[in-house]
T-cell receptor, first 115, second 114 residues
Framework: AQSVTQLDSHVSVSEGTPVLLRCNYS??????LFWYVQHPNKGLQLLLK??????LVKGINGFEAEFKKSETSFHLTKPSAHMSDAAEYFC?????????????FGSGTKLNVKP | DADVTQTPRNRITKTGKRIMLECSQT?????MYWYRQDPGLGLRLIYY???????NKGEISDGYSVSRQAQAKFSLSLESAIPNQTALYFC?????????????FGQGTRLTVV
């Protein structure tokens, strides 16, 4: 079975400083991995996804994530935080089960950006 | 217009009442899902469906039922709501189970059971 661990429930950074949101996964094979963002009172928006091509994945709004198989990690980074990045972020692993992709969510990391 | 639309967006109901949450999609996807979000727990799968004849329980289906009225419509019912079903509910769709297929989410329904 798949599982996802987001190592920090809350992260606080100052505007203009780097962001690091950590995610570890367990999977019996090479997984598909995703990061979604949820702004307050909004749905979930896909930031980026890893599908076994390049290990460094670029997403929207300047976010990147690096797949490290040896560390079973898929950490999300951004060089310079913006106030609009304040949101909750979810790391997700998907698993094919019969005729479906099932999506397994981490518990989320709330990012606070200070002026 | 949103690809995945949930109604209502917010609902307060009393313990013991029956309530239905509705979801419709214009993505043309066969696969639809209902998730529940609780603080600190991420999203957990309630039910999922391939078509009107295919309904599958997720990890937390107790106390819930679903109906797939058409390819585009998937509703979630609480037959007798209880306070611990207070949560944010999301409907989602996805395409064929290929590598990298993502899920598309609605805006969510915030349900409060008092």
């Amino acid at each position: 079975a798949q599982s996802v661990t987001q190592l920090d429930s809350h992260v606080s950074v100052s505007e203009g400083t780097p962001v690091l949101l950590r995610c570890n996964y367990s999977s019996s094979y090479s997984p598909s991995l995703f990061w979604y963002v949820q702004h307050p009172n909004k749905g979930l928006q896909l930031l980026l996804k890893y599908t076994s091509a390049a290990t460094l994945v670029k997403g929207i709004n300047g976010f990147e994530a690096e797949f490290k198989k040896s560390e079973t990690s898929f950490h999300l980074t951004k060089p310079s935080a913006h106030m609009s990045d304040a949101a909750e972020y979810f790391c997700v692993v998907s698993d094919r089960v019969e005729n479906f992709n099932k999506f397994y969510f981490g518990s989320g990391t709330k990012l606070n950006v200070k002026p | 217009d949103a690809d995945v639309t949930q109604t209502p967006r917010n609902r307060i109901t009393k313990t013991g009442k029956r309530i239905m949450l509705e979801c419709s999609q214009t993505k043309g996807h066969d696969r639809m899902y209902w998730y529940r979000q609780d603080p600190g727990l991420g999203l957990r799968l309630i039910y999922y469906s391939f078509d009107v004849k295919d309904i599958n329980k997720g990890e937390i289906s107790d106390g819930y039922s679903v109906s797939r009225q058409a390819q585009a419509k998937f509703s979630l019912s609480l037959e007798s709501a209880i306070p611990n079903q207070t949560a944010l509910y999301f409907c989602a769709t996805s395409g064929p189970p290929e590598r990298g297929t993502e899920a598309f989410f609605g805006q969510g329904t915030r349900l409060t059971v008092v």
